[in-house]
């Protein structure tokens, strides 16, 4: 009888992304891949969750030998208050995106503004320290991000959103993290974005998944502006088309951000940090438009 009849190899761990809508989530492949090129066994599947019913949801998955979630929108911050424990960054941030279970505890961690700040700094080259940053939106995806955006010391950050107090309610939430790194960070609504130029404009809006844009001045960009949109699709958005259009000097949408953040999941699961530039390409060949 062969040796290897009994060789049942080593216990596949589960783990799973739980969101409403979730049919598109990039996230399977994106894990698929890193188990692959790491060596790790793990199943990762996407899991539609009924509004409602999200609590429930991660109790089964947990009781069933789930070892940890990603979670999307919109229950990021019904897992923050779901985790028995939470990182400082997810703690400021107010909503989770990844879950671990560790016997009975349920770990809760933010890793949007880790995608966000690696996919700027070491994919894209963007030095963040001492430029004047304006953040559009004021809303759960501007609100992860913003710590580790002060951690690299820019001058200034601006959160413009249509509804200015929101905005400046969300800068008062973070501006003692001010006094320790220098950076000054206040809120505003659109319109008191004229006659100010930045250096780095971060699309934190879902305006772009409507071909929108937010009314933004002309003159909004400096000389080498770099803009960035956290969408991305298998066209430039519309923030991207009108970062072009205005004179960016580099335009970007925010796939690599989210390839960095399922890393930073990764390496909490699993203590390994996958490569993460062979699966940006091949994740961005997999949403090109066909030939025509």
């Known amino acids: 009888m062969p040796d290897d009849l009994f060789d049942f190899g080593e216990r596949v761990e589960r783990y799973a992304v739980m969101g409403n809508p979730i049919n598109h989530s990039k996230s399977p492949m994106i894990h698929t891949l890193f188990a692959q090129q790491t060596n790790q066994s793990i199943e990762y599947t996407a899991i539609h969750v009924d509004l409602g019913g999200f609590d429930q949801a991660v109790g089964n998955f947990k009781a069933s030998g789930g070892k940890g979630l990603n979670i999307t929108v919109p229950f990021k911050e019904e897992a923050w208050a779901l985790a028995t424990e939470r990182t400082d960054r997810a703690e400021r941030a107010g909503a989770v995106n990844t879950l671990k279970f560790v016997d009975n505890k349920i770990l809760g961690e933010n890793t949007d503004g880790i995608g966000l ?98 009314p933004l001045p002309n003159e909004l960009l400096n000389d080498n502006a770099v803009c960035y949109d956290m969408m991305y699709g298998a066209e430039p958005t519309a923030f991207m088309n009108w970062a072009t259009n205005h004179g960016a000097a580099k335009v970007q949408d925010g796939l690599g951000m989210l390839v960095e953040q399922a890393a930073e999941s990764f390496y909490i699961w699993r203590g390994v940090r996958p490569d993460t530039k062979s699966v940006i390409q091949t994740i961005r060949h997999s949403i090109a438009p066909a030939s025509k």
Do not use: Y
């Open 117 to 214: 700040v690696t996919d700027l700094t070491a994919n894209h080259g963007c030095e963040l320290k001492g430029k004047r940053i304006l953040l559009l939106g004021a809303g759960g995806a501007a609100r992860g991000v913003i710590a580790p955006l002060m951690e690299q010391q820019p001058s200034e950050i601006i959160i413009a959103n249509r509804t200015p107090d929101r905005a400046v309610g969300l800068a008062d939430h973070f501006a003692d993290l001010g006094q320790t790194n220098g950076c000054r960070i206040s809120g505003s609504g659109f319109p008191g974005l004229e006659g100010q130029q930045f250096d780095i404009v971060i699309n934190a809006t879902a305006a772009s998944l409507k071909g929108e844009v937010p």
